[in-house]
């Protein structure tokens, strides 16, 4: 299939979920405004944002447990505004995973069949099918004060997943785990989402969390969408200062676009560097007018001082480099973070992984150092 026809057989796969238009209100604050989007089948998306954006507040409304002000919610191409939350063919995952404390694992996991009247033979096999799915076979018999907290998280995921819903709701699910075990289950609930192939959908404020495990990200903030891409897009190229700043870490400054070709755009940032910022491309935004230029720790090198500036790939000499002098040096195991002070006060970071175990002796508090990037490094912004 070329390339063209593989975009137009995607655009028509049908979305399980789709939110158009959706308003919600409370009182007179707005805690989700206007959002339409579509998530297909299959999909691992994640809502991400600080706290307050509106996060949750959609993702109930998909549940049923909040009903929209205005716009619709649709599951499967059904229009959920008359079905109630036990009829949605969604379960959801709390960030608390409550689980009954009287009553074991295998009791807990079957006790939605059990409601819902499936008869005592199948809802054992399904329990057992469930338990196996999430690695917890062995603990059936187990009281939940006998787990540990990832193993109870474990159970609310088989409680959800045993009455094979078609999307799969999580709210913070990793919020109460250790650092540790939060990285561990983020790879499991990965794995468990393949091996399912159920869509699912899960709320966190936790960018390395929905970098980590999302095959696609919304960027809420104040009750809208930011910007919406696959984790590598929104990191690479985000589309505001807001979205680089909250996805990530990132150096950020005000300049002016001096010069705007199709394979050449210079950048006057008097705050970061004497010459222009030069870009083997051309910019967003007019000739003459602001712009804001965020360029991540990690693309920028650290050089040792010499009176010549260190040459920088794919860009004229001179060009994006500054001098400053190191004023802290975080040291984090696989990278450290050097913080350089320019002549006009301001910090940049930069990062750079500790290849050797000597690496970190390389470079010293309070010493005078050349920072550079490359021209492909920056992304230029307008707001
Ligand atoms: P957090 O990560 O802190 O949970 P969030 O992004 O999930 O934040 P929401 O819980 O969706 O945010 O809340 C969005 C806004 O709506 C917030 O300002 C919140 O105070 C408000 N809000 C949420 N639920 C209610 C409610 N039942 N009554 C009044 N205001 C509410």
Redesign the pocket.
Known sequence: MDVMSEKSAKSLVKPIISFRNVV?K??S?V??DNVSLDIEPGEFFALL????????????MLAGF?VPTDGQVLIDGQDMGATSPNQRPVNMVFQSYAVFPHMTVAKNVGYGLKIDGVPAQDIETRVQEALELVQLGHLAGRMPDQLSGGQRQRVALARALIKKPKVLLLD?PLSALDAKLREAMRFELSQLQQKVGITFIM?T?DQDEALAIASRIAV?HK?GISQLGTPSDLYEFPASRFVADFIGSVNMFEGTLLKDEPDEALIGCPELAPHAIHLPHSAPGNVNAPVWVAIRPEKMNLHKNSDEPPPVRDCPAAHNVCKGVIKEISYLGDTSIFHVQLANGRLVRVSRPNRSRYDQDNYGWGETVWVSWSGSSPVVLLS
């Open positions: 919600k409370f009182g604050m805690a989700v944002g600080p706290s307050g954006c509106g996060k949750t507040t959609l993702l109930r909040e913070e709320v404020h809420m009750g």
